[in-house]
């Protein structure tokens, strides 16, 4: 299931692509919002925390998509290989892009 990233490979590089790594921040975010305010919008304390609880186990599965490529760029920066990196990890314009040279 690739909704957050994109890994395409070629004869001579790799390229990652976490096209929607914008989005996990934003769901961060939303979990600190109801758990901690969500009596104020009209959500119990309690029901609150259940809320962000659930949405920080989101937050988790989605980034489990994350680890291995994670783990590949790693890898490929410790043993030598050219690791370019560009783009922003905040920005749904300018997605961070990771190219590995082979």
Do not use: D, H
Request: charged share 20%; glycine share 8%; proline share 1%.
């Amino acid at each position: 299931m690739k909704l957050l990233c994109e890994r395409e490979e070629t004869a001579e590089q790799i390229t990652i692509k976490f096209k929607y790594y914008a989005a996990l921040w934003i769901l961060l975010l939303l979990v600190f919002v109801f758990s901690f305010t969500g009596q104020y919008f009209g959500v119990s304390e309690q029901n609150g925390f259940r809320i962000g609880m659930g949405m920080l186990v989101i937050l988790f599965l989605l980034s489990l998509e994350g680890q291995k490529l994670n783990r590949e760029i790693k890898i490929a920066m410790k043993t030598g290989k050219k690791v370019e990196i560009s783009g922003s990890k905040f920005s749904f314009s300018n997605p961070i892009i990771y190219k590995i040279t082979k």
